[in-house]
């Protein structure tokens, strides 16, 4: 019987593993010029004051690479932060791609949680081309659907 239950245990293991996934929420730049985005993030009960934001780019045509490594984190100097407003303010190039937020096992509209945990309180877009804001459910619902692992709100 011992020597069943580590190999059990192990397959137990990875079969959570397998069925692990995140879904990347990701403002895409298609224009030539370029946009500043201003995410709000939300704040929960029992959540620090404090946000530690992790904005990162990577470069449009790659943006369903599901290799984190390939993600370039902004250093500081790349981006502000409003600790009071908890917002963050990105410029982004053309054809460039910002990760805004990821939520584990999102399924969308349909689970209740996905509603209640949705990150942003609202998201701003301006360009060239004239400003987006999107406020409460309309932050969450303004990301398209790609794939089960990512969403764009696209700027052309």
């Known amino acids: 019987m011992r020597r069943l239950l580590l190999p059990l245990v192990i397959l137990f293991a990875a079969s959570f593993a397998a069925c692990s996934y995140s879904t990347d929420f990701v403002v895409v730049n298609e224009s030539n010029q370029p946009i500043e ?38 250093p500081a100097a790349e981006f502000q932060l409003n600790q009071e407003t908890r917002t963050v303010t990105v410029h982004v190039l053309p054809n460039e791609a910002l990760a805004v937020t990821s939520m584990f096992h999102y399924i969308g509209d349909s689970d209740p949680n996905d509603i ?39 700027y052309k």
């Open 37 to 74: 985005v201003i995410y709000r993030i939300r704040r929960f009960a029992n959540e620090p004051l404090a946000v530690d934001p992790q904005p990162a780019k990577i470069s449009a045509s790659q943006i369903q690479t599901r290799d984190r490594t390939a993600w370039r984190k902004l």
């Open 116 to 154: 209640t945990n949705w990150r942003l309180d609202e998201i701003t877009v301006s360009g060239v081309s004239g400003s987006m804001t999107f406020t409460g459910d309309a932050s969450r619902k303004s990301f398209k659907y790609v794939s089960r692992v990512l969403y764009t709100l696209t």
